[in-house]
């Protein structure tokens, strides 16, 4: 299936192999971890790894024959850096007021809305 | 011999490798490390091999605002938020078995489907196949131009939304401890 693709340079393949990885790392800490800032930082590594892949989606876009340049992926992610910071921040403070009523970060105890 | 392995072995491809590995095998040391303090060490070494990643990609900037931003910001926040929220740093919580298995399954399936679905994106004629030699570098005002032209909008909707959050969070976080339940 990947066999025409050559190995020996780094091409797009590799970068989107590591994004791959990085993804469902970040997936399988959310779904196992209970602390819930253990879950947060799943979150961050899957939008590290969306990150990964939309600047080498730019960089091999970047055609060599009029040398014309595309920084969209880049900037898609400096915005998504941006909405990751804010994000942790409004995570943290409803950790905290968590928190301050149960007195655990344990997310397998928020089951108040449970029928 | 030895010419044809220097040719095909260059700095870029061992640069590639050395920050791929310092990624995934910490990626991996979050997944698998049960203390939440490694957990959010393991957290920085990836930003770390992320940013490498983004240099070998041609995107300076986005590498210093990476480590910046991600590394000196929300990671603080985050190790804040450890100290915060629990009674003691080793104190940790046990998912069960069957989560963890039924995680590692669905983590598994997503990964060959990606692999899978790679090769339509690679074949792409809209994406350059062979790399050049030379790193490709562009003018860093380049930047500054796109950020502020063409995506000036979402520039501005984003600093709104950097300044309700701002407020949201402190308004959040604000201590009430008379309507404190106790434990």
């Known amino acids: ?115 | 011999m030895a010419m044809m392995v220097a040719q095909t072995v260059n700095m870029g491809s061992v640069l590639f490798y050395v920050f791929a590995l310092i990624a995934l095998v910490s990626a991996i040391g979050v997944v698998l490390s049960q203390n939440i303090v490694r957990t959010a060490v393991c957290l920085l070494f990836t930003l770390a091999g992320v940013a490498g990643l983004y240099l070998l990609l041609s995107a300076e900037f986005l590498a210093a605002v990476q480590l910046v931003v991600y590394a000196g910001g929300t990671l603080i926040l985050i190790i804040f938020g450890v100290m915060l929220t629990s009674k003691s740093p080793f104190s940790r919580f046990q998912p069960r078995r069957v989560e963890v298995a039924i995680a590692i399954a669905l983590g598994l399936v997503l990964l060959v489907m990606l692999i899978m679905g790679f090769d339509s994106a690679i074949h792409s004629r809209h994406f350059v196949q062979e790399t050049s030699s030379q790193a490709q570098r562009y003018p860093m005002d380049k930047l500054g131009q796109v950020l502020l032209g063409d995506y000036l909008v979402p520039f501005e909707v984003v600093s709104v939304l950097l300044l309700t959050v701002m407020i949201g969070a402190a308004y959040l976080a604000k201590a009430r401890r008379r309507e404190r339940k106790g434990p």
Do not use: P
């Open chain 1, 1 to 115: 299936m990947l066999a025409q693709v050559d190995y020996s340079t780094i091409g797009l393949l590799h970068f989107l192999i590591l994004g791959a990885a990085l993804f469902v790392c970040g997936l399988i800490t959310m779904l196992t971890k209970r602390n819930a800032i253990g879950i947060l930082i799943g979150v961050e590594l899957v939008l590290n790894a969306a990150n990964v892949n939309l600047v080498a989606f730019n960089r091999y876009s970047w055609s060599a024959e009029n040398g014309s340049i595309l920084l969209t992926g880049q900037v898609f992610a400096m915005f998504v850096i941006v909405l990751a910071a804010a994000e942790a921040a409004v995570a943290l403070a409803i950790f905290l007021n968590f928190y301050n009523n149960f007195s655990t970060i344990d997310v397998e105890r928020a089951d108040n809305l449970k029928g």
